[in-house]
């Protein structure tokens, strides 16, 4: 099946900096790409959907300055988490959906987990 | 509207029994119904999805089925393993596809 990968899998940062995860469609053209956030123990929140090209469309209630989303290319999407916090601490995954694919059928990376100190 | 509802919240099984998932969803645009398997610190994988035009899907000990008319779908994990141990999460999403909703997950544990 597709392969979509994320990087970092894991990162810890000090409050106050900024932290840009990276998701890639490895065998496949993504034209949209989606950005979820987990907490332990809970179900997956869209937080923003990515398409090639154009502005993100954020989810109410994720702040889009706090949340950068850049989708420049058809493989590439990055969820920037700019002066993180401690609150900001999550599993952050993505998913994209291929051109053609089926309606609804979506592949995921393995996660990112961000650690706010 | 955009609502999915799924129950139970965890479930334990023993090894060779059946375990079964409910969802029930609202919104009536919804045409494409996935069920993901999420292992701890995994990202969720695709496990068996069911459009509403069928009942019934199966692919090997694991079947969705489809009620349309009540709104409700359900996972059936026959023959269930210690593998099988996950979190799952049932889904929704409409035509043209913009984005898909998550029901609230269960965690099966499966006891040999």
């Known amino acids: 099946g597709a392969v979509v990968s994320q990087h970092p899998s894991w990162v810890i940062c000090k409050s106050g900096t900024s932290v840009k995860i990276e998701c890639r469609s490895l065998?496949?053209?993504?034209?949209?790409m989606f950005w979820y956030r987990q907490f332990p123990k809970q179900s997956l929140m869209l937080m923003a959907t990515?398409?090639?090209?154009?502005?993100?469309?954020?989810e109410q209630g994720v702040e889009k300055d706090k949340f950068l989303i850049n989708h420049a290319s058809l493989t590439l999407s990055t969820l920037t988490v700019t002066s993180a916090h401690p609150e900001d601490s999550s599993f952050y995954i993505c998913s994209a959906r291929g051109q053609g694919t089926t309606s609804g059928e979506l592949f995921f990376g393995e996660g990112s987990r961000l650690t706010v100190l | 509207q955009q609502q999915v509802k799924q129950s139970p919240q965890s479930l334990i099984v023993q090894k060779g029994g059946i375990s079964i998932i409910n969802c029930a969803y609202e919104?009536?645009?919804?045409?494409?119904f996935p069920w993901y398997q999420q292992f701890p610190g995994k990202g969720p994988a695709l496990l068996i999805a069911?459009?509403?035009?069928?009942s019934e899907k199966k692919e090997g000990r694991f079947t969705i089925s489809f009620n349309k008319s009540a709104k409700q779908f359900s996972l059936h994990i026959m023959d269930s393993q210690p593998g099988d141990s996950a979190t799952y999460f049932c889904a929704a999403s409409s035509g043209g596809y913009q984005k898909v909703t998550f029901g609230t997950g269960t965690k099966l544990q499966v006891i040999p």
């Open positions: 919104n009536t645009a919804f045409d494409y």
């Open positions: 069911i459009r509403p035009d069928v």
């Open positions: 990515s398409n090639e090209g154009s502005k993100a469309t954020y």
């Open positions: 065998d496949f053209q993504a034209t949209t």
